[in-house]
């Protein structure tokens, strides 16, 4: 186990009983290892936002990966799990631990489509592998970077995991009958990967859709249905949410005023900036720097 090695950080918080948040932070240039002991009543979910880590089972005789910008679930009723990860450098994980009691209490009502909750599966092992959706990738960073007072902090974190626990398993009702079997070409999966990469170093003045889809050698149909289905949104709002926490960030770093973050993000007048914070925050930039000091 480690604990502030270096530029590497683990940092556990305890919500309540039988639910826990771990947040691994590798910036070193070495692989770090951490065990933790968990009985067979826990589901551990693990998002990569950055980096890759590996978890050993069965004194390594198998394993899973978590890659960049994806989730894994693990579940198993009838054996204990107990958490040996390998971490690889410049990786950032963030853990969930619940008691199977917890989460049951949280999403009673959704029994009928979180698989492993319904009566038929309920003594049964669950694994998932999913891509991070981009609204779960956000408050994934927000958790991370919380600069709140320690007394609040945890109150603030707890708020912020049901939103993620909302976010990732919230069933997407336009997607059932409408899934895109050219997806399952890896070279289309790599194209719409590109425009994303595309659009967020282009942030300030993104390329218009027809742009995009030629320079990633997709048409416009192909472009639209692949990016929602991987990464659960359409291509110009997944943006405005990308701009909306880049600049949070930019602000937090008290180095630019608000017109200068506008500018970075792509807006050319501050009003028009502020009210799209406002939109996706509900605040003002400037009430939300205030709100850091108080």
Do not use: W
């Amino acid at each position: 186990m480690f604990k502030n090695v270096g530029e590497s950080t683990l940092d556990e918080i305890t919500l309540e009983k039988g639910f826990y948040v771990l947040h691994f932070q590798n910036e070193s240039n070495e692989v770090l290892n951490f065990e933790r002991e968990i009985n067979s009543t826990f589901i551990q979910m693990h998002f990569c936002l950055r980096g890759n880590s590996k978890f050993l089972f069965n004194n390594g005789s198998y394993s899973f990966d978590v890659l960049d910008n994806r989730s894994i679930l693990l579940y198993n009723p009838q054996r204990t799990l107990p958490i040996n990860l390998e971490i690889q450098p410049k990786t950032t994980l963030l853990s969930i631990l619940i008691s199977i009691e917890k989460f049951h209490s949280l999403f009673s009502k959704e029994s009928g489509y979180i698989p492993f909750l319904s009566n038929e599966n309920s003594n049964k092992k669950y694994y998932d592998d999913a891509e991070i959706k981009p609204t779960v990738s956000i408050v994934l960073q927000q958790i991370i970077n919380s600069n709140i007072n320690s007394s609040i902090r945890e109150l603030y974190v707890k708020g912020k995991v049901y939103e993620l626990l909302s976010l990732h398993f919230q069933k997407d009702e336009t997607a059932e009958g409408e899934y895109c079997p050219f997806l399952v070409d890896e070279q289309n999966v790599l194209k719409i990967r590109k425009a994303k990469e595309i659009i967020i170093s282009r942030m300030a003045e993104p390329p218009s859709l027809q742009e995009l889809a030629i320079e990633i050698g997709l048409n416009i149909k192909k472009l639209k249905e692949g990016f929602k289905q991987i990464y659960g949104d359409t291509v110009y709002s997944f943006l405005f949410d990308y701009k909306m926490e880049h600049s949070r960030r930019l602000l937090e770093t008290n180095q630019y005023n608000v017109n200068e973050v506008g500018l970075q993000v792509g807006y050319s007048t501050s009003s028009h900036f502020i009210a799209a914070f406002k939109k996706k925050f509900g605040t003002t930039p400037k009430k939300y720097v205030m709100s850091l000091q108080s």
